[in-house]
């Protein structure tokens, strides 16, 4: 069985750092274009960060651009977030995502994505 499982997350002051890890098991991820969605109460699922296998192709939000840093370490199965200058509006729940090997084009559409981790908390105080 596929599963992706987020940690990292936690409670952080303003301008804090964190980072958050997703690990896959069950088969490799290595050639899967992985993303990084978060969702706030009362908000949609939002498009945070992605990469493709190669790491060749990376695209982020506008919000998060010098601020967050997306990457990925195929022979641990795993990508990462690295979040630093964190504010109160990233306080929402992280996910990760996969696509399917044959999809090769980093989306942004959540829609997109056919796994999907169970989320991890990140909450920003001020």
């Known amino acids: 069985q596929v599963q992706l499982a987020e940690s990292g997350g936690g409670l952080v002051q303003v301008g804090g750092s964190l980072r958050l890890s997703c690990a896959a098991s069950?088969?490799?991820?290595?050639?899967?274009?992985l993303g990084w969605f978060r969702q706030a109460p009362g908000k949609e699922r939002e498009f945070v960060a992605v990469?493709?296998?190669?790491?060749?192709?990376?695209f982020y939000v506008d919000s998060v651009k010098g601020r967050f840093t997306i990457s990925r370490d195929n022979a641990q199965n795993t990508v990462y977030l690295q979040m630093n200058s964190l504010k109160p509006e990233d306080t929402a729940v992280y996910y990760c995502?996969?696509?399917?090997?044959?999809?090769?084009?980093?989306?942004?559409?959540?829609?997109?994505?056919?796994?999907w981790g169970q989320g991890t908390q990140v909450t920003v105080s001020s």
């Open positions: 995502a996969a696509r399917e090997a044959r999809f090769s084009i980093p989306s942004k559409n959540p829609g997109a994505y056919d796994y």
């Open positions: 069950g088969r490799t991820f290595s050639r899967n274009v």
């Open positions: 990469i493709t296998y190669t790491s060749g192709n990376i």
